[in-house]
């Protein structure tokens, strides 16, 4: 179970060390404004995740068969130097957890930054295309004085 366990939290803090430089890289694929590159490398993040999330489902799995609720009552049954060994890779876990989300956070906001900009910039775009009059030539070459308000039918009773 020892084995187990240990193998289990050694590949947790592996991933979550890989995810964090996954996240960095895809930050700076943001930053050059490659699109294409980021969505690609978005895949391997989800697959990253999901495969911890399995790796720890497992090993709940695994403390439970054995008897344990969690992996606290498991670590207190090891000796002193076990236990540090066991804690130091969870310690691993937790702060690449918590660097992962933050480095997520910063590259949802630079995403969200990025789709704002571009939204503008279409509507920029638009404006400038956009007749400035609303007076204009029908598609059978007649001149059309259109009305300011929204009509859906027009006629008379």
């Known amino acids: ?16 060390e890989l995810l964090c430089q996954l996240l960095r890289e895809e930050h700076a694929l943001l930053r ?29 799995d695994a403390l439970q068969r054995a008897g344990f609720a969690k992996l606290g009552p498991f670590l207190e049954g090891l000796g002193e130097v076990e236990r540090r060994i066991f804690e130091t890779w969870r310690a691993k876990i937790i702060a690449g957890e918590q660097e992962s989300a933050r480095q997520a956070t ?18 920029h ?10 007076n204009t030539y029908t598609a059978k070459g007649t001149w059309r ?3 300011a308000t929204a009509t859906l039918v027009r006629g008379r009773f």
């Open 32 to 60: 050059a404004g490659q699109p294409d590159a980021v969505a690609g490398l978005e895949m391997s993040i989800q697959e990253l995740i999901r495969q911890l999330v399995r790796e720890r489902e497992s090993l709940a």
């Open 145 to 147: 004085d259109r009305t």
């Open 106 to 123: 910063v590259n949802a906001d630079l995403a969200m930054a990025l789709w704002k900009q571009s939204g503008s910039l279409l509507s």
């Open 1 to 16: 179970m020892r084995q187990i366990t240990l193998g289990s939290l050694v590949r947790q803090a592996m991933g979550t």
């Open 125 to 134: 775009f638009q404006n400038q295309v956009a007749p400035k009059e609303r």
